[in-house]
């Protein structure tokens, strides 16, 4: 099973990036897919989740409004928009997977993991 997170990179506050997420050797359609993020030296923060078929959403607090979920089960992949970025979103980005929305916001519950992507907004 894979889970290849992609699209990171260094942008300026007010910039936009959109994150992939790939997966193979699943069938994510049947998975809840969700996206986590930690900061240096900040624990693993719940960032967003889809539903396996995509009709529930979830956002956190700090991200409601500027991030969007989506996802092409056809292609296996999941989307993350991020739009009017800040510094405070700097982090690495990880895509995870899960058969139980419920589980949506414990890392811990989660049943597969990607390596995750490196976002830097700058001032």
């Known amino acids: 099973v894979q889970l290849q997170a992609s699209g990171g990179g260094s942008v300026q506050a007010g910039g936009s990036l959109r994150l992939s997420c790939e997966v193979s050797?699943?069938?994510?359609?049947?998975?809840?897919m969700v996206w986590f993020r930690q900061a240096p030296g900040k624990e693993r923060e719940f960032v967003s989740a889809?539903?396996?078929?995509?009709?529930?959403?979830a956002y956190g607090d700090s991200v409601k409004d500027r991030f969007t979920i989506s996802r092409d089960n056809a292609k296996n992949t999941v989307y993350l928009q991020m739009n009017s970025l800040k510094p405070e979103d700097t982090a690495v980005y990880y895509c995870?997977?899960?058969?139980?929305?419920?589980?949506?916001?414990?890392?811990?519950?989660?049943?597969?993991w990607g390596k995750g992507t490196q976002v830097t907004v700058s001032s």
């Open positions: 995870a997977a899960d058969r139980y929305y419920a589980n949506r916001y414990d890392a811990n519950r989660m049943d597969y």
């Open positions: 050797g699943i069938t994510s359609r049947v998975y809840t």
């Open positions: 889809s539903s396996s078929g995509g009709d529930r959403t």
